[in-house]
């Protein structure tokens, strides 16, 4: 095993987990996610961001919103999870960091 010395200033995971309309911890994120992650990316790209902010889709984290997504924050200065993120929060999200 080899330590990488790269490491981002930011590393944002994005819940895009899908579930069935009828299961009893509803949707999940979904589209949100894949919207939400989607906008990230572009926009760190647009910004040259992305040797310093890592944008990862994952799967539930547990913490499941009744609309937009999960976003886990995990940076130099703390971390944090953030729900019901949608597009416009997730310029926010960018621009903290
Ligand atoms: S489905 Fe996204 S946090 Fe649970």
Do not use: Y
């Not at 309309?21 to 939400?36: F, K, T």
């Not at 997504?69 to 940076?75: D, E, G, K, P, S």
């Amino acid at each position: 095993m080899i330590r990488s010395p790269q490491l981002p200033r930011v590393h944002l995971f994005v819940c895009a987990n899908v579930r069935a309309d009828d299961n009893p911890l509803g949707p999940g994120c979904g589209e949100a996610g894949e919207r939400v992650f989607k906008l990230l990316k572009e926009e760190s790209l647009r910004r040259g961001m992305v040797h310093q902010v890592w944008v990862t889709k994952t799967f539930c984290m547990g913490i499941c919103p009744k609309r937009g997504a999960t976003v886990a924050r995990h940076a130099e200065d703390g971390r944090g999870i953030f729900r019901d993120v949608d597009e416009s929060d997730a310029i926010t999200l960018l621009e903290d960091a």
